[in-house]
């Protein structure tokens, strides 16, 4: 099943650096991992935001929540999901 995830970072400006930056490089490690495994399929970044669009492409909706709080900065995340379905007018 493919879903597009809009993922919206708010880390807390008190937040000590250094535990920001260990939680970034837990979060590159774990995205890339998942990138690699096929179930990460695309990840763009928001211009001017925190933020970025991402298409999943996982079994299930527990498949899919598995997969984003396992997300090192899932705690300071907004997440909206939309799963997406074939469209008839679609080439591929």
């Known amino acids: 099943m493919l879903y597009l995830v809009r993922m919206d970072v708010q880390i807390p400006a008190d937040l000590n650096p250094d535990t920001a930056a260990d939680i970034k490089a837990r ?6 991992d998942l990138q690699r495994s096929g179930q990460w399929r695309h990840l763009w970044r928001v211009v001017g935001e925190y933020a970025n669009y991402s298409v999943f492409d996982v079994e299930s909706n527990d498949a899919l929540h ?11 995340m907004k997440i909206q999901v939309t799963p997406l379905a074939q469209h008839p007018s679609a080439i591929e």
Do not use: V
């Open 27 to 32: 979060e590159k490690q774990y995205s890339q």
């Open 66 to 76: 598995a997969c984003l709080s396992g997300l090192p900065l899932f705690p300071y």
